[in-house]
């Protein structure tokens, strides 16, 4: 590299490090930032007398913005070393216990988030402050005072000041985004800017909607006398503080790998997002032996994760049709590794959503891949474009069976019932676990009796005969009579199993129950006024039920004639604290959270999958995350499971 190289490589740093603090809207994914500064690193080591002042490896990361008053750190905060994999964290190892020994390594997850300090006198909560350049920071006091995790007051008289990560949840943030989306607004990036950017309101009403959490990681300025930090943090929790879900005294790298692959593995569970492992020297005194760079800490560092975020490229826009006729854009995007996998596709819910994320095939884009979570596009990267980028347009007619399509507005959809993207993801949606689950009739299976023309509804896949799978590849003489026997079995199954097998739109399990019981067979003449009148059920759904029922009144009753649907008798539940209530069931219980349903709708109550503040009650178990911080947030009533069986 040379010096010029090296200049243009610091003044793109400072762009992104710029767009990501300050703006809290990064322009590039953190793996790129990481990477470059990295090379610039590299070169100073080897240059040192060229090192520019204003090197970000010089500096901590934030600038304040003007809109906020500033405020001193009483003990200035700072930045962090990364390290990458188990060979650097070696070196690291290596390098701490050349100056003070070996030593033990108190480790726990890295959220990301946006760093924060809190100042309390006298045991009240006097100031909050971003980190900024770890000198001064931004005075948040106001909008920090809306998170219910931070304890507005403690039990400690003395001068301290607690640091820590505000945190969104990863679905908070995800809700929000999708809020933005709705009101024209841009995206946040991830939770981390979504947090950082929450907290830099001038307005604390709108902080107090964010949901955020404050999980605390260490101390400025405090007179506490514990000779390890873990100690003393354990004394912080006792004052009222959320505890990290994991934390561990870690001795020499067996250990700390361990714990490291531990944390990795529960990535996905845990309900904030995590960039890495911190792993900081526990003795306060060794600490301090050890001292500080201009930068960071000498004894401590992050052992980084990979990164779930990437930037990739937008190659093409593909429609698929769903089973309700609905088509669906998806990306296909220049194939990236993410956390081992290979992921070439991400989901784009609509068209809509195109036109507000303002996407155009060519562009470069930041996807995350996080758990089940299905590849998404979080942001487009505007600025990278060089003009060859294309517009994607609206479809006008199916890709599939070339019938012209109803524009809806957010939705377009294929009019055509025998589209044949229609048919098939119809049946796969009628086989699926869940709706009538029949065994051994995969999507694979149903696309080759679809194309066979073995059958085109679902009512045909009752009158399947043995001779005409017989011919089949792969098919032999035990896995015919199976699939047949397995279709044949859901014969009788419960009324409400069948509605919801049928995929009506806005149509779930929940409605399905309750429009089950109230109509029996004669759902397929109910009227309007009757199914708006039920429980649950708004003008949409009943729009799209009787819709339904109009097209296919005659193929429904024969499905009844063949299948002979259970009903269930109405019978009013004895009154009992949970009759019409609404519940929500979250974390693990004593028993499955599915007998513990059937034991309250048979009580009369309705138990929906979702807080809001229609929600009487949420009983919770073990573990229980968002639905539970979610209904603290809104005030509904919680229920331990104990609690619970006691009302009884
Ligand atoms: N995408 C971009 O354009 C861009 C730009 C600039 C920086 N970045 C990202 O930011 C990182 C550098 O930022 P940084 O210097 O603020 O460092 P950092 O965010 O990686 O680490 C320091 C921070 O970690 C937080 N933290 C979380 N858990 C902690 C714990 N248990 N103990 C102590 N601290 C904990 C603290 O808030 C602390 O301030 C880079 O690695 C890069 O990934 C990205
Ligand atoms: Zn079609």
Redesign the pocket.
């Known amino acids: 590299m040379t010096n010029e190289q090296y200049q243009e490589k610091i003044k793109l ?1 400072k762009k ?2 710029h ?3 300050v703006e809290d809207n ?9 990477r470059l ?1 990295h090379e610039v690193l590299d070169y100073e080591t080897e240059n040192p007398a060229d090192v520019a002042e204003d090197s970000p490896t010089k500096r ?3 600038i304040v913005r003007d809109e906020f008053s500033k405020a001193k750190h009483i003990k200035r ?4 070393e ?1 390290v990458f994999d188990r060979n650097e964290v070696v070196e690291w190892l290596e390098r701490v216990e050349k100056n003070i020994g070996e030593c033990e390594y108190f480790c ?9 300090n809190l100042l309390y006198e006298d045991g009240k909560l006097v100031r909050a402050i971003t ?1 900024g350049d770890g000198v001064v920071g931004e005075e948040v006091t106001d909008n920090v005072r809306t998170i219910r995790s931070v304890p507005l007051s403690i039990d400690y008289k003395g001068l301290i000041e607690i ?3 505000v945190v969104i949840r990863k679905d908070d943030f995800e809700q929000i985004n999708e809020e933005r989306l709705e009101a024209g607004e841009s995206l946040f990036a991830n939770p981390r800017n979504a947090a950082a950017g929450s907290l830099r309101q001038l307005d604390s009403s709108i902080t107090a909607k964010r949901r955020l959490v404050f ?1 605390p ?2 101390l400025g300025e405090n007179t506490l006398e514990h000779r390890k930090l873990s100690e003393k943090m354990d004394y912080v929790y006792t004052l009222g503080f959320l505890e ?1 879900p994991f934390a561990q005294d870690c001795k020499g790298i067996d250990e700390i790998e361990a714990f490291y692959r531990m944390l990795i593995e529960k990535r996905d569970e845990i309900p904030m997002m995590m ?2 492992m ?1 792993l ?1 020297v526990d003795e306060v005194a060794k600490q301090e032996e050890l001292g500080y760079t201009v ?2 800490p000498k004894w ?1 560092c ?1 052992y ?1 994760f990979p990164a779930v975020e990437k930037v990739t490229q937008i190659n093409a826009i593909t429609l698929q049709v769903g089973r309700t006729g609905v088509v669906t854009p998806v990306a296909e995007i220049e194939p990236v590794n993410i956390e081992g996998a290979m992921v070439s596709r991400a989901t784009l819910h609509n068209f809509d959503e195109i036109e507000r994320k303002d996407i155009h095939i060519g562009d470069s884009v930041i996807i995350i891949r996080s758990g089940d979570v299905i590849p998404k596009i979080i942001k487009v990267l505007e600025e990278r474009r060089d003009g060859s980028e294309m517009i994607v347009t609206r479809p006008t007619v199916c890709p599939t069976c070339n019938s012209e399509l109803l524009d809806e507005g957010t939705l377009i959809k294929c009019q055509n019932l025998h589209c044949p993207d229609r048919v098939i993801n119809s049946i796969i949606h009628f086989a699926r676990k869940g709706c009538m689950n029949i065994d051994g009739l995969g999507s694979k299976i149903v696309e080759l009796l679809v194309k066979e023309g073995i059958i085109k509804d679902i009512l045909d896949l009752y009158f399947i005969k043995y001779e005409d799978l017989e011919h089949l590849e792969g098919f032999k003489e035990k896995r015919i009579n199976n699939l047949i026997g397995a279709i044949q079995a859901t014969k009788g199954v419960p009324l409400y199993r069948l509605l919801n097998a049928m995929g009506i739109e806005h149509i779930g399990e929940v409605a399905s129950k309750a429009l089950a019981l109230e109509f029996g067979l004669d759902i397929v003449d109910a009227t309007f006024d009757t199914v708006v009148a039920l429980d649950g059920i708004g003008e949409e759904m009943a729009n799209s039920l009787l819709e339904f029922m109009r097209v296919n009144h005659d193929f429904v009753l024969q499905l009844f004639e063949t299948i002979e649907p259970t009903v269930e008798e109405k019978v009013e539940a004895e009154e009992n604290p949970f009759k019409s209530k609404t519940v929500v069931l979250t974390g693990s219980m004593s028993v499955s959270r599915g007998i513990i349903k059937e034991m309250l709708e048979k009580l009369g109550a309705k138990v929906s999958g979702s807080v809001s503040k229609k929600t009487d009650y949420v009983v919770y178990g073990e573990d229980a995350g968002s639905k539970l911080t979610k209904a603290e947030s809104l005030g509904v009533k919680t229920l331990t499971e104990d609690e619970m069986r006691q009302m009884l």
């Open positions: 740093l992104w490090a767009a990501y603090y990064p322009i590039a994914s953190d793996e790129e930032y990481d500064y901590v990361g934030g905060m700072w930045s962090m990364d726990e997850p890295k959220f990301d988030g946006a760093s924060m980190r640091r820590g990560e999980y990681w260490g990290p960039d890495g911190v900081k930068k960071f401590m992050a980084k």
